[in-house]
């Protein structure tokens, strides 16, 4: 029997995305440290260790109870951790839509990675969960975040209060879907 660390796992021409395991812990801590990634996640505050050992426990209790959560990007060519991936309810709320999101160490980015990513995360969204639209939300300054929404095939929604902060939000519906 195949479990949903194991099932969920996504490959893509130049990534493996795989749910938050304890072994990605270090290098998600590294990546949550880089001020230019918190930047529009947290005001810059960068994480300790140990929240980042309670996010992943958290989130490995979501795809048990929900099957789906976030993931860690690996590069497949260094076999690296190179960011995170999620496809979750908005702002965790249970019933909000699901939301597909993505991060990439500051050494990854400029080369599609996020938006391989998020079509990723989208079609799992469409497949596995069910659903038929998908949003993803952005500080209204994080232009890059909006840039690979439109990349990703989203539509502009407007702005909207998620996170209780005002955010740039798209939709993705899954007759719109190019994987």
Known sequence: MTDIFTAAIIRTPRLRLE???PIHAPSLNAINNEPQVMEFLSDGVTETMEKTNAVVARVRERWHRLGYSWW??????????IGAACAQNVANQ????????WRLTKSAT???YATEAGKAAAS??????????????AAPKNVASHKVMQRVGMTYRGIET?????CTTYVLHKSDHAT
């Open 19 to 21: 749910p938050f395991a």
């Open 94 to 101: 249970v019933g909000a839509e699901i939301e597909i999101g």
């Open 72 to 81: 860690a990007i690996l590069d497949i060519t260094t076999d690296t951790v």
């Open 162 to 166: 998620h996170y209780n902060e005002p």
């Open 124 to 137: 799992f969204a469409f497949d596995a969960i069910g659903v038929d639209h998908v949003v993803a939300v």
């Open 110 to 112: 400029g080369r599609g």
